[in-house]
């Protein structure tokens, strides 16, 4: 496996509906992008997908991942929120209240929603008009890529495809020139290969490689997965899926072997999982609806990786087959922070999202099991 701004001109843009959760049937809350930059809490709109969609793209901005921003008032959204208030020493409830929303715009003085020009690179693909499900069918394409300009651009821009189309109702997003709506975020690095989209490998002259993690924490209780650096400091917070009862993930501390960038997936018949009957390998090349994503980050944990996915809206809210999965951006983002050597610690026992007790030199002995390779 281990080859495995200024404010945007918005007389054009109309408002939509958006589904939320614990929604008041009748209820229907209007939302456009002019509600989403203005939107503030006002202690009874917790559940406002303006309010909502703002503090995710705030939260993404500040490296705590909501998953898919999509206005959504959803377990992702709170424990980004709650690992926010952790980590800034705020009480802890998973709410915007007055404290956490002052934490979170203190520096902020851009809009977090900006205009984005659809390019020709956009829309030269190539793109996978129909995925197939099963994986014998997968292994007979020479790419997974995006089914569509849609989905392309939803995922550079950490959204979910509908909340993007919703937000844009009057857009052809097959049309270059056209103009659009997206989330203010560091946008997913994309370039063209010959069957697919690929995630651009990392440079180390880029910003995002010049900051290192040497300590991975996966939280299984809690569903995320926790960047740290040599001083113990928090870099990123993510939402993951994380092993299931059938396929759990491991315990225990191991280390990143590599990172394989636009994988292929290998899959043994050994692996057995439901519903797969072959008795062969197959190959599965690559893509962004490959099995295990634009990335896969190798462990010394046999078989064991942390990896993108191909369905962004599932992630915290189902079960693996023993890995960890992030979205595809926040999977980018750790590999692109990651050395052979950093070490990944598998907690049974759901813990703070707070630095890491003293620096790396002192926790080093502790941190690995000797035993392990």
């Not at 990335?295 to 992630?315: F, Q, R």
């Amino acid at each position: 496996m281990s080859r495995l701004i200024a404010v945007f001109f918005l007389a054009a843009l109309t408002p939509f509906t958006a589904a939320a959760a614990h929604r008041t049937p009748g209820a229907v809350p209007q939302v456009a992008a002019a509600s989403i930059n203005a939107s503030a809490p006002s202690g009874k709109n917790d559940s406002d997908p303006s309010l909502i969609a703002k503090a995710e793209v705030l939260l993404d901005r500040d490296h705590f991942s909501p998953g898919e921003i999509d206005g959504v008032d959803g377990d992702n959204y709170r424990r980004a929120v709650r690992a926010f208030q952790q980590s800034n020493s705020l009480s802890a409830t998973g709410i915007l209240d007055a404290g956490t929303w002052n934490a979170l715009t203190s520096n902020v003085s851009e809009p977090v929603l900006k205009p984005y020009t659809i390019t020709d690179a956009d829309l030269a693909g190539p793109f996978d008009r129909l995925i197939p499900v099963d994986l014998k069918q997968m292994a007979q394409l020479p790419g997974l890529s995006y089914t569509s300009p849609l989905a392309e651009l939803a995922e550079k821009f950490h959204m979910n495809m509908e909340f993007l189309r919703r937000l844009n109702p009057r857009a052809d997003f097959e049309h270059p020139g056209q103009q659009i709506v997206v989330a203010d975020v560091k946008a997913l690095n994309l370039r063209a290969g010959r069957d697919t989209f690929e995630a651009a490998p990392a440079n180390i002259k880029d910003e995002a490689a010049s900051e290192s993690v040497t300590t991975i924490v996966v939280d299984k209780p809690a569903r995320n997965v926790r960047a740290y650096d040599e001083e113990g400091k928090l870099l990123a917070y993510y939402p993951a899926t994380i092993g299931s009862e059938e396929k759990p993930a491991p315990s225990g501390a191991f280390k990143v072997r590599g990172v394989s960038w636009n994988p292929d997936y290998i899959y043994d018949p050994k692996f057995a999982w439901k519903g797969v009957n072959v008795r062969h390998k197959l190959t599965i090349r690559p893509g962004p609806n490959n099995p295990v994503g634009l990335v896969w980050i190798d462990l010394t944990a046999p078989t064991y990786g942390i990896h993108g996915t191909p369905e962004p809206a599932d992630i915290g809210k189902t079960e693996s087959h023993g890995c960890i999965r992030l979205t595809n951006w926040d999977a980018v983002d750790l590999a692109a922070m990651v050395r052979p050597g950093t070490i990944v610690k598998f907690e049974d026992e759901d813990s703070p999202v707070a630095p890491l007790p003293g620096p790396m030199s002192e926790r080093r002995g502790l941190e690995i099991d000797r035993r392990q390779p």
